[in-house]
């Protein structure tokens, strides 16, 4: 005897439990991805990165969030190949700067970001909450700037406030040439209601 087991959605209609889980053809086994990852295929994934070159000096990227429904879930990652520090607030009454391309991580979507990320914006600093600070690689032998790099990285999400303005300064600590590399990755996600 086959005994069905079914589930109801809000409307009162069931549905079979092959419609809830699902199984990889070949093994059975549970299919499931991250959020982050599920994001990208529903192409509401997006990310702006830069290769620079910087020596004793900094770069400084506004990201500017939209008000709107969707809460921007951002991860921010910077690799330096000397003494680097990165810094990364909210709040900042800085303005304008160069506008930077944002990609749509799923190349097969037509879905665009409202989220702006721009460099060497303008203006004052004002009043604003640090989220993080971090400064990462190893100075030179005997006290001098210049040595080994690093990587800050990872899994430092923050859901943004819409409406909102965030500085990211990276700066290149020693007077040798610092190779950096600076992503700013992030998905839109409405909540679901409860």
Not at 126 to 133: Q, R
Request: charged share 20%.
């Amino acid at each position: 005897m086959t005994i069905g087991i079914f589930w109801v959605d809000e409307n009162g209609i069931e549905h079979p439990l092959s419609e809830l889980l699902l199984r990889d053809n070949l093994t059975g086994a549970l299919e499931s991805i991250e959020t982050p990852h599920h994001e990208i295929h529903e192409g509401h994934s997006y990310v702006v990165q830069e290769g620079i070159q910087l020596n004793n000096t900094s770069k400084e990227y506004l990201i500017t969030t939209p008000n709107i429904a969707a809460q921007v879930h951002m991860e921010i990652a910077v690799e330096g190949g000397q003494d680097t520090l990165a810094r990364f607030v909210e709040g900042t009454g800085k303005t304008g700067g160069t506008p930077m391309p944002v990609v749509n991580r799923n190349r097969n979507s037509y879905n665009k970001s409202d989220v702006t990320v721009a460099h060497s914006p303008s203006g004052v600093e004002g009043t604003i909450t640090p989220l993080f600070t971090c400064q990462f690689g190893i100075p030179a032998a005997g006290g001098g700037r210049g040595g080994s790099g690093g990587t800050l990285q990872g899994r430092r999400e923050y859901v943004l406030i819409p409406g909102t303005k965030y500085s990211l300064t990276v700066t290149a600590l020693s007077a040798n040439d610092n190779n950096i590399c600076m992503v700013i990755d992030w998905y839109e996600h409405i909540p679901k209601e409860e």
